[in-house]
């Protein structure tokens, strides 16, 4: 599920943002995911199993001040047993499409306000394009306190399927202990935890990277017994990911990543109210992504 994600409101700006313009602005990926299947349980007496796996492009655009991100993903979904023919819960594939992005001004030495926004239309390949939109709006106050750390505080108010829009708080704390070593630990609503990169080799052509955190996706679903349904996606990857650059350039470059979930939740809800879910737990996936930087 976990995209690099970077979802409705999980701000590109925490990597993309530089003091000067970068000199490759646009990076362009496509990747391919896949989950294994696993045995659902906490569903009450339903039973069966459940099995994901995802393909899509990405386009980013990276400015000073600015950066706006283009997402395009379909989700396989694919189920078995009695899980399969349950009008509450089960569901075809997905798709998600976000425009994300923001925009900053100085204010004040090593500070500055970002402003915050996405779009995004996430649904089951029959579900309404309409019915199927979000949106999310906020802002953010930007400074640096010391050498090696930036750090960014604010709110986002994102809207939600069949639920009331939800104030977020946004966290993000980067830190630079060494030229070949970044952390950064980030709260945003969709991506909740730890983070971290490690460059390999003094070119940084290959870096290292490390994940655990709370993350998330939603989708608006076809119409069940009873009427309009949403499932709301919540999981926790143990991640590992390598990224090599391809040629002296610094232009192509691949990367593999593999992620252990250790929890995984799928709630469906209504009209504000729960009508029910499942989790899987113990579920390996594995990432491939080709990209280049122009």
Known sequence: MTKT???LLA???SASAQTAPAPKPWIAMADFQ???EATISNAGPLAGTFERSRSGVELIHEGPDHALDLELYRYENRMTGPLAADATRAYGDTEDFILSGFGQTAWGKDAHVQLIGAVEVAGETEADAAESFRWGLGGAYRWKPGA???VALGLMVQSRFEMAAL???YV???WDPSPDLRIEVRGTGLQNGFYA???ATADKATSVDLACAYETLTF????GAGGPRAVAIGEVPLRVGVTQFLEPSGTWFARVAYAYNVFHRESFRRDGESIGAFETGGTPVLTVRVGARF
């Not at 608006?220 to 119409?223: D, G, I, P, Y």
């Open 167 to 169: 104030p977020i708080p």
């Open 148 to 150: 090696g750390w930036d």
């Open 197 to 199: 990169r490690w460059f």
């Open 34 to 36: 896949a989950t294994r």
């Open 5 to 7: 994600c970077l979802p």
């Open 172 to 174: 993000r704390i980067h």
């Open 220 to 223: 608006r679903l076809t119409e």
């Open 11 to 13: 701000l590109i700006a």
